[in-house]
DNA sequence: GGCAAGAGCTGGTCCAAACAGTTGACCAGT
DNA sequence: ACTGGTCAACTGTTTGGACCAGCTCTTGCC
């Protein structure tokens, strides 16, 4: 219930139908107008509050903050498809850039920070990667774990942080149509040998391949 | 009260003293333990499980989720130095990393898709710089609305989003202490360098420059 | 006209109850 | 001894109503 509510405020805000310093109505008007009780309205406040939507005043009425200003990068985690499709066309293309540009980097501080665990790790990923086979779905997911790896290699935590904002948001969207992304994920070469610029401490080079590899989807976004 | 059970469940989360898997008191014992409501319960749980710190079975038990691998960047934007002190050592110098990195490439993409209008209003900004005066607050914000137009500039959204999280949660520890950065902000011919490579497109030069500036945070708060 | 008391809104908190899904123990059969 | 179903005791979900606390605008007095 709550989380219907939530979705469907959240829309009128990103889409602008409730614009940045309109109050919303009152809690008991919302209760009333959705058929839901009171609690379950404010739980939905309460979610839309923590993501930087709305400023809620005691005592006086819920205002809507300029979400481009304040919101933060969890907004694009959601049912993929909702935000692009209704409120912000093009989320999937700025997702994937950014994911190109955090990725690139974190792989360029893997090769100067990760440990040699971590480093074997991400060796030991390239190799299995190959053994993965054909599907599409399972490759996403190997794609995804193999980042993963080179991300924990740097030690970041926000970039962390980011990528699995990323992952789980927007870019679910691209495993729905995989076969967009089928030429980079079967790329095996390349995934092997970004492993063996990270492990060979080569930060420059580990950088350039995976801004190259990851290039690729949003190119792919674009065309 | 239900922004102090957050608080606290999260704190719980983060350390590992609640681990992943691991399940959480039952909401009617959390409202019983904490002497609050049962609905204040509910909310401070709902907004967990939008951190994706949590995962919710109806019927079953809420259990914490490894947040190293789903929570979002929204994780940092929160009281100044809760995270950094009690939970996450490092996540500042993360933060200032991931702002260095965004900041370097939105100024390579505003120099190359920024309008004219939004060029012109960077380089008016760059001049308006210096009549700030030496008040280092003031100066930060200006810092901030400065980076906020290059990265509105590059017209992508997620890198907007990105540094609103940044901005508000973790960097707005290190204005409570504006001294250390009193060197970058005071640094008027990097500013106004910076906005004449954008406004004559060189997206190679202002991307070199930007990250320039913005690693000085990084190498400051390393040191 | 100016100011203060109050009514009528807003959100914040609480109590109590019924609903719905899961789990596990228990007991009747095979 | 094992399998199967039933039921009670959990879990989260939703509802209703009541009251407190803070803001705002109206009202009415001075």
Redesign the interface.
């Known amino acids: 219930m ?1 989380d219907q509510l939530f979705a469907r405020l959240r829309d009128q805000i990103l889409t602008g139908e409730i614009a940045a310093g309109d109050p919303l109505p009152s809690e008991r008007d919302l209760a009333a107008d959705y058929g839901v009780n009171r ?1 379950a309205v ?2 939905a406040v ?2 839309l509050q ?3 939507l709305i400023e809620v005043f005691h005592g006086g009425r819920t205002r809507a903050l300029d979400w ?10 959601d049912v993929p498809g909702t935000l692009d499709a209704v409120s ?1 066309p ?2 999937v293309h ?2 994937l ?2 994911r190109a ?2 990725g690139a ?1 974190a792989a360029r ?1 893997s090769a100067l920070r990760a440990s040699e665990d971590q480093r074997a790790a991400i060796v030991a990923a390239a190799a299995a990667y190959a053994e993965v086979g054909e599907d599409l779905e399972e490759l996403s997911v190997a794609d995804v774990a193999w980042w ?1 790896l080179i991300i924990e290699g740097c030690g ?7 990528f ?3 992952v ?1 948001g ?1 870019i679910t969207m691209e495993q729905a149509s995989p076969e967009l992304r089928s030429a980079e994920l079967l790329d095996l070469d390349a995934h092997r040998e970004l492993a063996d610029r990270i492990a060979r401490q080569d930060a420059a080079a580990a950088e350039q391949l995976a801004r190259e590899l990851l290039n690729r989807s949003v190119a792919r976004a674009d065309g």
Chains 1, 2 share one sequence.
């Open positions: 709550s609690h404010r739980e309460k979610r923590q993501c930087r481009r200003r304040t919101a933060g990068l969890d907004l694009v985690v912000v093009g989320v700025d997702a850039e950014m540009c955090i980097d501080l993963r970041n935590l926000a970039y962390l942080l980011s699995n904002s990323l789980d927007a």
